[in-house]
């Protein structure tokens, strides 16, 4: 009995040893998918945009178009638009002054150079100091776009390039990755 049971403990360490070699070398072998999967997945957190969470910005600017993050110009840029909304893009876009204080302040404080995400260093990187009036002139945006032709753009579900939402489903929520891209026919 007790050297059945000396030989069961045996067995049973040989396999917990077994096991162990296994786990070690299964570690090892998949050292590479480990790190990529921690890689990616803490990207998650600084790869996408914070979404848009200021109600008046939401109200006011997402009234004709998409509410763009912040994050997608620099402040200059966001500025610059501010002060021109009488002549927006062949629109007057009327804003009172309180609205107005507080949409500057929230487009100029989550703005591309006060963003941690990768995608808003990518898009300071490529401007410098340049300060576009559209994303959709930013170098690194259109880069990324010009596999697609005029036509798509002009697709009736689309209207413009300036219409992210209609091809990136997820763009409300600051993710742009080419998984979320559905292009309307
Ligand atoms: C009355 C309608 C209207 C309102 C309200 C409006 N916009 Fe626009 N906006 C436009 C039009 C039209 C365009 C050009 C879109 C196009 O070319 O397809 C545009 C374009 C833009 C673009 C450039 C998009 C690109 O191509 O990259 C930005 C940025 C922008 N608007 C910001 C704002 C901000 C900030 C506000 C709020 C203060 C605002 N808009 C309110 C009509 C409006
Ligand atoms: C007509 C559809 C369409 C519109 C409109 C559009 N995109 Fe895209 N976008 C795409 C496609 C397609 C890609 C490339 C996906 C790929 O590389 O496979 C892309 C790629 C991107 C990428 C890079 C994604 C990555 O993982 O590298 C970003 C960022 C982006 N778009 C942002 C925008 C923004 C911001 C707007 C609006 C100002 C916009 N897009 C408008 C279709 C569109």
Redesign the pocket.
């Known amino acids: 009995m007790k050297r059945f049971t000396k030989g069961a403990r045996l067995a049973a360490g040989l396999a917990a040893a077994v096991t162990i070699i296994a786990l070690v070398v299964g570690t090892a072998s998949s050292d590479h998918g480990r790190h990529r999967y921690r890689r990616r997945h803490h990207d998650y957190g600084s790869k996408h945009l914070a979404p848009v969470n200021n109600p008046a910005y939401k109200q006011h600017c997402g009234a004709c178009h998409f509410a763009?993050q912040p994050a997608?110009l620099p402040s200059g840029s966001w500025i610059k638009i501010l002060a021109r909304l009488d002549k927006h893009f062949g629109q007057q876009v009327e804003l009172d002054p309180g609205p107005k204080k507080i949409i500057t302040g929230y487009l100029t404080a989550n703005a591309a150079e006060h963003s941690p995400a990768k995608?808003a260093r990518r898009i300071m990187r490529c401007l410098g100091t340049d300060t576009p009036l559209r994303?959709?002139d930013i170098p690194y945006?259109r880069r990324?776009?010009r596999k697609?032709s005029a036509v798509?753009?002009k697709r009736p579900k689309?209207g413009s390039?300036?219409?992210?939402a209609?091809?990136?489903t997820s763009a409300a929520r600051g993710v742009?990755?080419?998984d979320d891209?559905r292009?309307p026919k």
């Open positions: 763009y997608l995608r994303i959709t945006i990324k776009h697609l798509v753009f689309v390039f300036s219409n992210c209609a091809c990136h742009y990755d080419d891209v292009i």
